[in-house]
């Protein structure tokens, strides 16, 4: 049995991925395994597609921080998630050089014919549509990132979708829900 | 130059498509230079040949390589040295297309600083959304250690390095070195008061130095060819080539590897194709979001984007990610997309930005509605004014740079806004 399951034997995130956790502990110093809270935020939120609050007590019980810390880190990083919303997330860089080729009007065309407003969920619970901040895909844009485990790229948890058109991004949302 | 000469210096894969994979990259010279400075170098040398080459940070402060390298405090231990792969100033991608096509050529020059400045464990900080990018870092850094490239007692020498990726999750303010040190400890990435730097109380204050991905692509080839090869590009005081990252209204956006001192007029037009349309060039943001917009007169077209000449047009070069902005753009839309980003991206930890940011923000976008007065105007100017010089990083000085060179070089824009109003 691997030592961090012995260790902390009623933590469900241990029990789950004691040897990623491990692999990601020795990434660091001994002493620093504060480091690991990213790495591990993305492990418990893979599984649920946000991160609990039982999850912020166990990863914070594994790096001796209190589950307060853990959720400062949540708050503060834009890719961490404390509710649930659509299974994937379809985030469309809207920023100043997507938007001067025409960012603007593929979301709302692409909102338009998923019948939802930007930031809401369709209806079947699959896709949540949403404006972020500058994605480095500048010179391809339009261009969204898909974030939620298995995209259309394998099992990149984040995908990066450029030089996209509305048809082309429609597509790519029918693929997932046909995954769902 | 003859077909024999290769015409890249960092996009390397352009002339050499495979150059991703270790086996092509070994066979085109690749970690000579990293096996000739451990086995052959004492650490110093190394630092006094990148010195002598004049190389300066490529993330956008156009800081000394050399001598950043050279402010590594040697009394305490171990070192730490730091990737900065934060890439996310709004305009900028070239750090991504060197980690995702020419790899071994970044990790090399990561290798060598850490030999260079004693550090036998190094990172490298990847924004979140490079979720691929760190998984092809992952199996090229697996490739190394196959090959005995990484390790203990790398080339029958007591040097032993080991490197490794860590994600962020999407946070602008960690490309600030000392709000990246944060976040690698697992903190909110807020940036830290300096001094003391890096190199002196860095990652768990330890010693650290913290170099941009093109910074240290450029590292190879300079202790493989020589400081003085280095120097026969760009200018005497900008020496080597840059990857401008070329966005905006534009046939060609993309990368583009020029010596620097290229004149913005040919990175639009003769690698760029020109405006679409044809329409004209209006402003140009040669560092991203964080610039000052240049007015796009035919002097400032044939400016040469070096550090020294930039400035000359009322701007600053950064990390020459240049966004083009013409004529059918108004600068009171421009300004509330900038000021959106900055609002949001602004850490918090200090009262000027936070607030300021969150200010501009509401007034820009009332003048862009056509809801705004003059007297709005002018309180926009205020507010930027009051954030100046005062904030604890340059994230809220750079978020004013848009609007008072916007406010002051395009005036007629914001009073058709304000006019506008219903």
């Not at chain 2, 650490?43 to 000394?64: I, N, Q, T, W």
Request: charged share 20%; net charge negative; aromatic share 10%.
């Amino acid at each position: 049995m691997n030592q961090l399951a012995q260790n902390f034997p009623s933590n469900m995130l241990v029990k789950k991925y004691a040897s990623e956790i491990e692999a990601i502990l020795a990434k660091y110093p001994f002493d620093q395994k504060r480091s690991a809270v990213m790495p591990m935020l993305y492990l418990a939120q893979r599984d649920g597609g946000f991160v609990t609050k039982q999850a912020m007590h166990e990863i914070g019980e594994v790096l001796e921080i209190t589950a307060t810390e853990v959720a400062s880190i949540v708050g503060f990083y834009s890719l961490y998630y404390d509710e649930p919303a659509g299974k994937y997330r379809v985030q469309v860089c809207a920023d100043l050089p997507c938007a001067l080729r025409g960012a603007d009007e593929f979301l709302q065309k692409l909102c338009q014919n998923l019948g939802i407003k930007v930031g809401e969920t369709t209806p079947d619970g699959a896709v949540t549509v949403e404006s972020v901040m500058c994605l480095a895909g500048c010179d391809k844009a339009p261009m969204f990132q898909v974030q939620g485990a298995g995209s259309a790229n394998g099992d990149d948890y984040i995908a990066y979708h450029e030089n996209q058109t509305v048809e082309s991004a429609m597509a790519v949302v029918e693929a997932l829900r046909a995954k769902k | 130059m003859t077909d024999a000469q290769p015409s890249y210096v960092l996009l390397r894969h352009r002339d050499i498509p495979t150059i991703n994979q270790l086996d092509v990259y070994k066979a085109n010279g690749g970690f000579a230079a990293f096996e000739k400075v451990v086995k052959t170098m004492q650490p110093g040398a190394v630092v006094d040949v990148v010195k002598a080459s004049g190389l300066r940070g490529r993330g956008g402060a156009g800081f000394p390589t050399g001598m950043k390298w050279s402010f590594i405090d040697n009394k305490a231990f171990p070192h730490y040295v730091v990737a900065n792969a934060d890439e996310s100033e709004p305009g900028t991608f070239k750090d991504r297309e060197i980690m995702e096509s020419n790899p071994f050529q970044f990790l090399e020059g990561l290798a060598i600083c850490a030999f260079a400045v004693q550090a036998n464990a190094a990172y490298v900080y990847l924004r979140g959304e490079f979720w691929q990018v760190a998984k092809i870092l992952d199996q090229k850094i697996a490739d190394m250690e196959a090959a005995g490239l990484l390790g203990d007692n790398l080339f029958g020498t007591k040097y032993s390095l080991r490197l490794y990726t860590h994600l962020g999750a999407g946070a602008y303010i960690c490309g600030e070195e000392t709000a990246m040190l944060e976040s690698l400890e697992g903190k909110m990435g807020q940036p830290r008061l300096r001094p003391p730097f890096p190199p002196a109380v860095g990652l768990y204050g330890k010693p650290t130095i913290v170099n941009n991905v093109e910074t240290l692509t450029n590292v190879p080839p300079i202790l493989d060819k020589g400081a003085d090869w280095f120097r026969t590009y760009g200018t005497p005081k900008s020496p080597g080539v840059k990857i401008f990252s070329l966005s905006g209204c534009v046939n060609k956006p993309g990368n583009y590897e020029l010596p620097l001192g290229t004149t913005f007029r040919d990175l639009i037009y003769k690698y760029g194709g020109g405006v679409p349309g044809d329409r004209k060039v209006k402003a140009i943001m040669p560092a991203g979001a964080s610039s000052s917009l240049i007015v796009a007169t035919e002097q400032a077209l044939d400016t040469a984007m070096d550090y020294e000449s930039v400035p000359s047009v009322g701007a600053q070069l950064g990390s020459a990610s240049v966004i083009v902005v013409d004529e059918s753009i108004s600068i009171d839309w421009l300004l509330n997309k900038t000021l959106h980003f900055f609002k949001h991206e602004s850490c918090g930890k200090c009262t000027p930005c936070r607030e300021g940011t969150y200010w501009m923000m509401h007034i820009a976008e009332r003048i862009h509605h056509h809801e705004g007065t003059p007297e709005d105007v002018e309180l926009l100017r205020t507010v930027a004014g009051q954030i100046k010089g005062k904030c604890f990083c340059a994230l809220g000085e750079f978020s004013i740079e848009a609007v008072l060179t916007g406010l002051e070089r395009f005036p007629e824009d914001f009073r058709i806004a304000v006019e506008a109003r219903k």
